[in-house]
């Protein structure tokens, strides 16, 4: 069973994909993608019931201003509220990752477990020029694509890489800059320990942003970790190896 809907969520328009039976994983998309960045991922754990959403500002809900992280935490219980599910397992990729977090600290009861995919809990600073750039209308919108693929899977130009290079020319500028903002001066390092459900961390060995050395320290910092670093990995893993992803979300199944 899949059912895809638009939706009223807190005052902005928004998609749900709510897909299979049983108990959810919730899965949260990075900027500046959207929830189709899960396909992969969804399409290799067959039988297990997922649901995706477009964040404020991305996919179905772009146009809509990116607020702080309580605000977007807000958001995904929001969503559990309308797919009728009291507590899930959270998976979060990149930016997604800080919004599990954020949800995980300020509404413990409705998180059964953390899955959090190349992500920070302490602040990156750099993103702030680029944030500038993209309100400038100066930023180059595909620099990242040298980051995130190899010369070779560039030179490729495969499914994966066309569909992201698309997503960064075609991403609401002012959602994106907003949410590099948030990745910017986001910081729950020092709450950590206040997480007591299960954590699966997940970093890529040569992730720029979100570098295996913090991951490691946000799985340190956590009561009820497991570590995994992937090597030969880039940023995007739930879109690069998907199938991996999957086998994480449902190993403690």
Known sequence: MS??????????????????????????????????????????????????????????????PVPGPQELAADL????????????????????????LQTAL??????????????RAAPFPAFLDVAAGLRAGTADRTVSLARWFTADELAADGPVVAAVRTR?????AQAWAGALDMIAGFDVMAALP????????????F???????????????????RYLMVTGAHHLLPMQEPGLVGGVLTAGD
């Open 3 to 64: 059912r895809s809907f638009g939706v009223t969520v807190r005052g902005h328009r928004t998609r749900i994909v709510d897909a299979g039976r049983g108990e959810p994983v919730v899965l949260v998309h990075g900027t500046p993608l959207d929830l189709t960045s899960w396909d992969g991922v969804v399409a290799a754990v067959p039988g297990r019931r997922t649901v995706r959403y477009d964040v404020r500002g991305h996919g179905a809900a772009a146009g809509t």
């Open 77 to 100: 219980v929001a969503v559990l509220d309308e797919v009728n599910v009291e507590a899930a397992h959270l998976v979060g990729h990149s930016w997604g990752g800080e919004i599990v």
């Open 106 to 119: 300020d509404h413990p009861q409705r998180v059964s477990r953390l899955s959090v995919v190349c992500s």
């Open 168 to 172: 960064l020319e075609t991403a609401d």
């Open 194 to 205: 206040a997480i007591t459900v299960p954590v699966d961390v997940v970093a890529a060995e």
């Open 207 to 225: 992730d720029g942003v979100a570098v295996p050395g913090h991951m490691a320290a946000i799985a340190a910092a956590l009561p009820r970790s």
